[in-house]
Each structure stands twice: as structure tokens, then as C-alpha cells.
């Protein structure tokens, strides 16, 4: 059935073709980048957003689809888009709600869509790490290994230990262990297949994942891939060519900040220039500047350049932040090899020892 926008536009919602290909229906960066380009263009035509945001929904599919409704049915509610927005982290990340809050308030959205729109396009572009494929080479590894692991320890650790007790032969320590680690194993069950389950889950939809991490209230791993300063920075120079005043930013940023720390910082760097300190020397004092970027900013009172400065701060802090991704990545590997290995070398180990006491007292 066919779906009219108020300007006349058509949207099949049955449509085989789709602004998003099925392969990347889950790709949080692109469904991010799909909504935000959607709110752009609403504002450009003069449109309604929810009726455009309902319109583009179905060019998605599944939770995507049905989380985009809710957020239209969420906007109409509240009548703030970053109020809204800031409900759905399936959607839009809490550095894009950031922006859009900071927009909202200094009355500067299209700017800020088309800059928020920019950057995530080029995160798309440049992206060259993809966390994903590794997640689901260790969770197919991860299948088969626990596949083998419940057949070892519901089959074969309960018929061995029963003959070393039959036998009345001493059990030699490291199969004792392994008999402990079958039980709890058999006992706990349902904990490794809810953990399996969730494992798939990320791998599939890491659109679900987020969403999972952040009902949890486990914002750290989502956090992992963020820059505070670097947006902060973003959107400061931001304000600067818009020619917004830099301590109405610094109130806003100080108010709704979705880091703690750096909301506490903002919040005394904005006290500082309130009682009359120095707005760059007082950014400095918070953490956000080093003295010599600070300096180069006083000396230079040209809007363009503080901002042409500060966009280039930004972009070095996410270029920081990628690196230390790769860094947890490299750690991340080895760290799990280990683990792995560690269990196969007790099972290998544990059960040679028993078949060897076994084979020895037999004969």
C-alpha cells in the first residue's frame, strides 16, 4: 500500500527496492546515517519530520523499521527531536544526540544535520576496521568449541569419574578439576545458552546489540568507540561559524553531555567564564585545550580560524580513538586464543590422565 507524504511524495512500502540493501540492514553507522540524511531533508523541503521519518521507515526492515515508528510516534509526543531522539540509541548514537541537542538550542539543526551528516559519511568512507567479522569468527569458533565442550563434560566426564569410583582409583588433580568444572557446567546451562544467544544476536543485528548493552545499562562498550573531547571540540567549532556565543555552547554541552567527566569539566570551565576568567583560558583549565592550542586561539581572533583550529583538534582526538579500537582489538585476540586454549589443555589433559591411571591399574 502506497504512503503519501503532505508534499505529494509516494513511498511504496512494498517496494523490492530499498534505500538500504538487506546485507546492511543492521549496519548501525548506515541506518544512523539513513535517519539523519531523512531529518535533513525534511528541513530543507520545509516538510513535516515525523511524516518524512514514517515514509523513509519503510525503506527499513525489521526492529529497524519499528524502532524509526516509535521514534516518529516520540517526537509527536515530547515536540523536542533530541528529547525523542535520545530514547532510541538503536538509532543514533549519544555523540549524534549531542549534536542535535546543541543544535535544537542554538537554533542552527540544518547546519548541524548537514555537519553531523559529513562526519558520519566519512566515518563510513575511512572505516577500515571491521569489528564485526572478528566477532563472528570467535563466535563460530565459540559454537563448536562449547558444542564439544556440554558433550565432553554431559557424556563423557560423568562415565569416566564413575569408573575411577568403581575401580576405587585415586583421581589425579587436574581430572578432579575437570570433573568440578562438569558439574557447575551441567548446573548453570541455561547461563551459557543465554550468553550464546546474546553472542549471536550481536553478531547478526549490532543495531539489537546496542540496544541490548544499553537496557543492561552497559554504556562503557558502547563508549569504547566514542570521543568526548572530539565532539566536544566538534561542536564548539561549530557554534564559532555560526557565530554563536562560545559560553552558550559551553552551557548547553555542560548540561547535557552524555559523559560525566567531561560534563563536570564543561560545567566548571562555563562557572570560570561567568566570574570573568579568560573564555579559552578557562576551556584550558577544564582539560579540553593544551596551553599551546589555547594560546594560538587567543592570538587569533578570527572565528574562522578558532574554528578551522578546533575542527582539526576533533579530528586528531577520533583519530586517537581509532587507534586505541585497533590497540584493544590486537589485545582483545590473543587474550581470548589463551582462554580457549587453556580449557582444551585441561580437557585434553584432565581425560589423558584418567584413561592413563585407568589403563595402568588394569594392567
Known amino acids: 500500500m502506497p504512503l503519501?507524504?503532505?508534499?505529494?511524495?509516494?513511498?511504496?512500502?512494498?517496494?523490492p527496492w530499498r534505500a538500504i540493501s538487506f546485507r546492511k540492514r543492521d549496519d548501525f553507522a548506515i541506518a544512523q546515517l539513513f535517519?539523519?540524511?531523512?531529518?535533513?531533508?525534511?528541513?530543507?523541503?520545509?516538510?513535516?519530520?515525523?511524516?518524512m521519518l514514517t515514509a523513509a521507515a519503510f525503506e527499513l526492515r525489521g526492529g529497524a523499521r519499528r524502532d524509526l515508528l516509535k521514534l516518529v510516534q516520540q517526537i509527536q509526543s515530547a515536540g523536542s527531536l533530541a528529547t525523542a531522539c535520545e530514547q532510541f540509541p538503536s538509532l543514533l548514537d549519544e555523540e549524534t544526540v549531542l549534536a542535535i541537542r546543541l543544535g535544537e538550542q542554538l537554533k542552527i539543526l540544518p547546519m548541524t544535520l548537514a555537519d553531523l551528516i559529513d562526519l558520519q559519511h566519512n566515518r563510513c568512507l575511512s572505516k577500515v576496521h571491521n569489528p564485526q567479522s572478528e566477532k563472528f569468527y570467535w563466535a563460530s569458533f565459540a559454537f563448536v568449541f562449547f558444542f564439544f565442550w556440554f558433550f565432553i563434560m554431559y557424556f563423557i566426564a560423568p562415565t569416566m569419574k564413575k569408573m575411577l569410583e568403581e575401580f576405587e582409583i585415586a583421581t589425579p588433580g587436574l581430572t578432579l578439576v575437570l570433573f568440578r568444572v562438569s558439574k557447575y557446567a551441567v548446573m548453570y546451562w541455561p547461563i551459557f545458552v543465554f550468553g550464546a544467544v546474546c553472542l549471536a544476536i550481536s553478531c547478526i543485528s549490532p543495531r539489537t546489540e546496542r540496544w541490548m548493552l544499553s537496557l543492561f545499562g552497559f554504556v562503557r562498550p558502547i563508549r569504547w568507540f566514542q570521543s568526548p573531547s572530539g565532539i566536544s571540540k566538534q561542536l564548539l567549532a561549530l557554534a564559532m561559524e555560526n557565530q554563536k556565543p562560545l559560553h552558550t555552547s559551553l552551557s548547553t554541552l555542560a548540561k547535557y553531555h552524555f559523559h560525566a567527566d567531561m560534563r563536570k569539566r564543561l560545567l566548571v570551565a562555563r562557572n570560570d567564564i561567568e566570574l570573568g576568567t579568560e573564555s579559552w583560558q578557562a576551556i584550558e583549565s577544564c582539560g579540553l585545550l593544551s596551553t599551546n592550542e589555547a594560546a594560538f586561539l587567543k592570538t587569533h581572533s578570527d572565528n574562522r580560524l578558532q574554528a578551522y583550529l578546533l575542527r582539526q583538534l576533533a579530528a586528531e582526538d577520533w583519530r586517537q580513538r581509532d587507534r586505541l579500537i585497533a590497540f584493544r582489538s590486537l589485545l582483545i585476540q590473543p587474550t581470548l586464543t589463551?582462554?580457549?586454549?587453556?580449557?582444551?589443555?585441561?580437557?585434553?589433559?584432565?581425560?589423558f590422565l584418567a584413561l592413563v591411571v585407568l589403563i595402568q591399574t588394569m594392567t
Open 4 to 15: 503519501t507524504n503532505s508534499s505529494g511524495m509516494i513511498f511504496s512500502s512494498f517496494s
Open 35 to 51: 535517519v539523519l540524511r531523512t531529518i535533513k531533508t525534511a528541513l530543507d523541503c520545509n516538510e513535516s519530520i515525523p511524516d
Open 338 to 351: 589463551l582462554i580457549f586454549g587453556g580449557f582444551v589443555a585441561l580437557f585434553a589433559v584432565g581425560l
